[in-house]
């Protein structure tokens, strides 16, 4: 299968029918997990949406040339979270699952950190692909080969901060004076 680009707006309606497919579930959960990087934009819609407080977590395991290489997974310490307790049933996002390194780590690191705490974790994704060691609980599209999804927000990871000032010169306004 040939790599599979995703516009702004084709993402956005994977989120919304995401959040669909959890609520038709009728499953009742009080916290939302988002691994960063990828999972962070899928995580701040539905915290939105469920109007349930959101926690992140990092996990990063591509790097190299446009971070198409998977290398050694790394974890963060710590949550980061707004509320003083984590819930008791958390629903774990991100963006895809790939091998499913990332999904099965988080979970593993939540289970150790939080075991007195979690009574469930449940999982979901946009893309769950095939090659997977875990299956998602939720996911909109699965995807039977191992295609590259070309996400709308990959090309801030090839532009650089001065090519970026390039397209926005400094102002020839003169500033108001007070």
């Avoid at 009742?28 to 962070?40: E, H, K, M, T």
């Amino acid at each position: 299968m040939s790599d599979i680009y995703i516009s702004w707006l084709e993402y956005h309606q994977k989120i919304e029918e995401l959040a669909v497919k959890i609520y038709q579930s009728s499953w009742d959960f009080n916290q939302i997990v988002c691994i960063a990087r990828g999972g962070l934009r899928v995580g701040d819609i539905l915290s939105r949406l469920y109007r349930q407080p959101l926690a992140i977590f990092s996990a990063a395991s591509y790097g190299g040339l446009e971070n198409r290489i998977r290398g050694k997974i790394t974890l963060s310490q710590h949550l980061a979270m707004t509320t003083s307790e984590l819930g008791n049933k958390v629903l774990l996002v991100d963006d895809l699952v790939d091998s499913g390194v990332s999904l099965q780590e988080s979970i593993q690191w939540l289970q150790q950190h939080y075991c007195d705490r979690i009574s469930q974790i449940r999982t979901a994704v946009l893309w769950y692909k095939a090659n997977s060691a875990i299956a998602p609980d939720y996911y909109v599209e699965y995807l039977p080969h191992n295609p590259w999804i070309h996400q709308p927000f990959e090309p801030y990871d090839r532009i650089t901060l001065c090519e970026l000032a390039q397209r926005y010169p400094p102002s020839s306004r003169v500033k108001r004076q007070v």
